[in-house]
């Protein structure tokens, strides 16, 4: 069965302290993963895409990188307006309008 | 921000009673998804449209039932409300499937009592 594993459930840091985020996936013949953050009470919202392994993506303080079995959230220089649950994603094989999310990590920045 | 409404924000009901939620759209997108949220599960798809009058299961179907009888109304509908339905209900577009992002609503949070 296809899963998605994100590591660690939570993830508590000081303004300032770089950290990674990881996502794993066991899904075969990937057509990409997909990050997203989560405010409390609001619906998840679209980070970045990644198709391929070795490819990377940037948006601000966020860097998205991708190997053939996991994904990392690089945050450079979190600030506490970084404080958010991080979704990762994966199409279904075989069902395209399938997504499968990771349970997420619940990130927290310290002033 | 994509053109998603759901409706009612909050709701609490009783156990046996029928519930519809409401998903719409303003953005003509193709494809729309009903996910619910809990604790330690993510996010888990209920149901999914691929257009009008064209529905498919996820992998929590078992109590709920979907319509789309136009392009930019999706509804859910839990026939017989229990309180293991009590959760956050999102809904989602997406213009391409599951391989393009989704755009979420705000969500409905559904109390079963």
Redesign the interface.
Known sequence: EDQVTQSPEALRLQEGESSSLNCSYTVSGLRGLFWYRQDPGKGPEFLFTLYSAGEEKEKERLKATLTKKESFLHITAPKPEDSATYLCAVPSPGGYQKVTFGIGTKLQVIP | DAGITQSPRHKVTETGTPVTLRCHQTENHR?M?W?RQDP??????IH?S?GVKDT?K?EVSDGYSVSRSKTEDFLLTLESATSSQTSVY?C?ISPA???????????TQLSVL
């Open positions: 494809y998804y996910y330690g599960h993510g996010l888990r798809l999914y691929y498919d996820g999102f989602a499937g599951g391989v393009e992002k989704l755009f979420f609503g705000s969500g």
